[in-house]
């Protein structure tokens, strides 16, 4: 039987967000504003913390984009924004469990 948070397939729109197939046929859809403020990084883990903004940042790009994702192992994806931020990770389980609530 396979894992419901494996990833089967990943579709990135770069100015609109990304969708994941999960392996059970679930299908989750992020948008681009929603993986921006959810950065798991512990940079915007701790601004989030301290009830600061994740994003708009001062001098940030608008409108926000991702510039590029990448797989990080099996487990989890990358994305790199047009702001540079770049440092966090999604994992699969994660976002299979935002996209159950």
Not at 83 to 89: A, F, L, Q, Y
């Amino acid at each position: 039987m396979a894992d419901e948070h494996e990833a089967i397939n990943i579709d990135v729109k770069r100015d609109e967000g990304v969708t994941i197939e999960f392996a059970d046929g679930r299908i989750a859809r992020f948008s681009i504003m929603e993986l921006r403020l959810g950065c798991p990084c512990a940079t915007c883990r701790s601004l989030r913390d301290r009830d600061e903004a994740v994003w708009p940042r001062p001098n940030s790009p608008k409108p926000l984009r991702i510039s590029d994702a990448e797989l990080h192992g099996a487990w989890g994806l990358r994305i790199i924004w047009n702001d540079d931020h770049s440092t966090g990770i999604f994992p699969f389980d994660t976002l299979r469990t935002w996209s159950d609530d």
